[in-house]
């Protein structure tokens, strides 16, 4: 595996720096928050920061626009069998599909804290919805995502991919 850029460090270590959200708010929180939706929270921000990042590094290489302008409609619809492996063991959705899901969730905590039924776009409501499905430690109960830490490795190494297919 080839040495981690300078974006994927400091992912890594601003999530180093939230790692401990659960037992943080188990332990210190406010009894009313059930910890599930604190963690949850947090989670919709940081991968809220990752999109954010690839964003303005898309429009910093002169393409203006949006997330789903300047990378998933530039992103294949298929994976190309000869690009690095990025996860282990591979993950069973395209690179497309993951960043949809990214984007989903982006959308949802942005617009509905987490509701998806606060999307209006339908198609950005699709991509959160689908996330449940697509990104392991997202879940989707009732209208809601919740999502746990164990989706970080997929979010931080699908955004580092798409800096390598997006160059």
């Not at 697509?134 to 164990?150: A, F, H, K």
Request: aromatic content about 8%; some cysteine.
């Amino acid at each position: 595996m080839a040495r981690m850029t300078d974006f994927e460090i400091r992912a890594n270590n601003i999530f180093t720096g939230i790692q401990d959200i659960r037992s943080r708010i188990e332990n210190f929180g406010y009894n009313d928050d059930n910890p599930v939706n604190g963690v949850s929270r947090i989670m919709g921000m940081f991968i809220t920061y990752l999109t954010a990042c690839e964003e303005s590094r898309q429009n910093s290489l002169g393409r203006n626009g949006g997330f789903t302008l300047t990378v998933i409609s530039n992103l294949p619809d298929t994976d190309d069998p000869s690009w690095p492996t990025y996860i282990e063991p591979a993950p069973t959705s395209t690179l497309k599909d993951r960043a949809k899901a990214l984007w989903g969730i982006r959308i949802a905590f942005t617009h509905g804290d987490g509701d998806v039924m606060q999307i209006k776009n339908m198609t950005n409501r699709q991509y959160a919805i689908d996330a449940a499905t697509i990104l392991p430690g997202v879940s989707l109960n009732g209208n809601q995502l919740e999502i746990t830490e164990g989706v970080s490795h997929y979010a931080i190494r699908t955004i580092s991919q798409i800096h390598d297919q997006l160059s």
